[in-house]
């Protein structure tokens, strides 16, 4: 296996587009920022992957488009994902290890705010006996939430205690579209959305961008004095219909992170976007109380679609190369409920 580690990475999240802009003038500054960290231009990238949804954008090859970002000159070899940018991360993964390439860009962007988020994402269920009943993202989620409580696996306490973290530590990222975690006494007094959950145990909807660079072996140190190096990663999915899931667990992320060696993962990126599911997956990994959780903030602060799993990857990167974490863990989720989830490491040394 070829070592690729993670040495750029750029974000762009807000509540909602400013100015509507298209997509490539929203990646473009992305583009040119992940230049300026690597030094390279796009001739220096072997390999184009970007991810998004023609659901969300509402036509169809929407990211035909954002092709243009990348420039015409010179031809370049190109893929797309219909998934979260962690999913174009793994495409790029195995692009560089059959040896055709040795660098990647990849790149995801969404505008929820242009619909009716919690209603869009009914699209993606099961067809024939969930998606004419049209049950939102957020209900669903509440029926997850109220299974574990009634299960004892977790209580509201618990579930405002990681809003109350997150927020917190939200106040220290520029690109959170929401923080300030106040008081877990002040969450619990606050009313109930979609019971038994607050809004502030909900992600907000949030538009955005990113984009991460991959390199291979010599490089990535070209680039980095520390490069993050994807040490292992692994995604795996659930059955589609609900019923026949037990939704206060993650089968699909216990067996993604038992692929792995977790042993001293100091820092967990997880793609939670409800309070709960922080809670399963926390669970799920075996993750102790060593273990430190999303210091960006997490989803719960900002969880731009088809981007936020990626950010994860990109955040946890971040972390090691600044030498906050010597092994952190990223973890990135899509579909309902915790329905599909990947999982990977990065460690800075190699």
């Known amino acids: 296996m070829r070592d690729v580690a993670v040495v750029g990475f750029a974000q762009r999240q807000m509540q ?17 920022e992940c230049y300026e960290q690597t030094g390279w ?8 992957c970007s991810g998004s949804s023609d659901y969300l954008a509402g036509r169809s090859f929407s990211f035909v488009q954002a092709v243009d970002a990348i420039g015409v000159i010179p031809p370049v070899n190109e893929s797309h994902v219909e998934m979260d940018l962690a999913w174009a991360v793994y495409e790029a993964w195995l692009k ?14 969404g505008k929820s705010s ?29 029926l997850q939430a109220r299974a574990g409580l009634d299960a004892g696996l977790w209580d509201e306490q618990a579930m405002a205690e990681v809003a109350h973290r997150s927020l917190t530590d939200a106040e220290t990222n520029e690109y959170a579209v929401r923080s300030g975690g106040s008081s877990v006494a002040e969450l619990l007094a606050r009313p109930v959305y979609a019971d038994p959950l607050r809004k502030h145990d909900c992600a907000p909807v949030t538009d955005g ?18 490069p993050a190096w994807l040490s292992g990663i692994s995604h795996h999915v659930d059955p589609m219909s609900m019923g026949t899931r037990d939704l206060t667990r993650s089968p699909s992320t216990a067996r993604s992170g038992a692929a792995l060696d977790l042993d001293g993962v100091d820092l967990a990126e997880l793609h939670a976007p409800f309070s709960h599911q922080e809670l399963v997956l926390r669970r799920e990994l075996g993750l102790g109380d060593d273990v430190r959780i999303n210091p960006s903030g997490g989803a719960l602060t900002s969880n731009p679609m088809f981007s936020a799993g990626g950010i994860r990857i990109g955040e946890a990167a971040r972390r090691v190369w600044d030498g906050e974490s010597d092994k952190a863990l990223a973890h990135a989720t899509s579909g309902p409920a915790l329905q599909q989830n990947l999982v990977c490491t990065l460690e800075g040394q190699r």
Do not use: H, N
């Open 41 to 48: 231009t796009r001739r220096d990238i072997g390999f184009w």
């Open 114 to 142: 242009a619909g009716l988020l919690r209603r869009t994402l009914a699209l993606q269920l099961e067809p024939y006996t969930m998606t004419p009943l049209w049950p939102d993202t957020v209900s669903l989620a509440g």
């Open 209 to 226: 961008a990113a984009a991460i660079v991959l390199a291979a072996g010599d490089r990535a140190r070209e680039v980095r004095d520390r």
């Open 16 to 32: 909602e587009f400013d100015g509507s802009p298209t997509c490539v003038e929203l990646l473009v500054p992305l583009f040119a």
């Open 96 to 109: 560089i290890q059959t040896g055709e390439v040795d660098t990647a860009l990849v790149y995801a962007f």
